[in-house]
């Protein structure tokens, strides 16, 4: 069972940096694929990277070349990488786990229930 907790959000001017990290506790997090998610007001809970236990990675369209997600297995944490930030990157950004790439890509049979996140806000 892992348990999972999101930290770095904050309040950043458009094209500005963050960097999320999500810290993880298990004995199998490196086994596990994990993948970055928001949620906007009024918007469904979309995925924004992930990340398979190979390194294998995986970004939405809109984040692509902006973002980079990573994960450092001795430390059992994943780490997103936010650059050039845009007004509607502004979220609740949540991390979670699964057996594979393709469930975080199908945020299908996700092993975490989603706890509070982190607010990232982008505004000038």
């Known amino acids: 069972q892992v348990q999972l907790v999101e930290s770095g959000g904050g309040v950043v001017q458009p094209g500005g940096s963050l960097t999320l990290s999500c810290a993880a506790s298990g004995s199998a997090f490196s086994m596990y694929a994990m993948g970055w998610y928001r949620q906007a007001p009024g918007n469904q809970r979309e995925l924004v990277a992930g990340?398979?236990?190979?390194?294998?990675?995986q970004y939405s369209v809109s984040v692509k070349g902006r973002f980079t997600i990573s994960r450092d297995d001795d430390k059992k944490t994943v780490s997103l990488q936010m650059n050039s930030l845009k007004p509607e990157d502004t979220a609740v950004y949540h991390c979670?786990?699964?057996?594979?790439?393709?469930?975080?890509?199908?945020?299908?049979?996700?092993?975490?229930?989603w706890g509070q996140g982190t607010q990232v806000t982008v505004s000038s």
């Open positions: 990340i398979s236990s190979g390194g294998s990675t």
């Open positions: 979670n786990a699964a057996q594979g790439l393709g469930q975080i890509t199908r945020a299908t049979q996700l092993f975490y229930s």
